[in-house]
């Protein structure tokens, strides 16, 4: 694929978001997400696992544990450290995307069904 050229663009859009809206951004950290996944693609394995760290701290951070976005970014974290040959990180960190999913369709639950 075309991997090369989609990193260089999701540099710029991310270095102009973080500059013009701050890191905290949803769409900030969509595009650093965004960049993560292509340095997957492209094998570049430590890279992507900085940048997914960075966006999961930011997101538990600002909208909470049990958030999706949040819980994409763990997903996404997991799947890294599993490439990386960290399995017991990545389920640690699964174990906590499952909490987190359970948590959240208990209050749903709670909420519209109760």
């Known amino acids: 694929g075309r991997w090369k050229e989609a990193e260089e663009l999701f ?64 997903n996404n974290l997991a799947f890294t450290f599993w490439s990386l040959d960290l399995k017991n990180k990545a389920i640690e960190l699964m174990s906590g995307v499952v909490d987190s999913v359970r948590k959240r369709l208990a209050l749903i639950i709670d909420t519209h069904i109760k």
Not at 18 to 26: A, F, I, M, T
Not at 48 to 71: N, S, W, Y
Request: aromatic share 4%.
């Open 11 to 74: 540099v710029q859009v991310m270095e102009m978001e973080s500059r013009v809206l701050g890191l905290e951004n949803p769409s900030t950290l969509i595009s650093m997400a965004n960049l993560a996944s292509t340095y997957l693609n492209l094998g570049r394995w430590k890279e992507a696992e900085e940048l997914f760290v960075q966006v999961m701290e930011t997101r538990k951070r600002v909208l909470g544990l049990e958030h999706p976005d949040t819980v994409t970014s763990m």
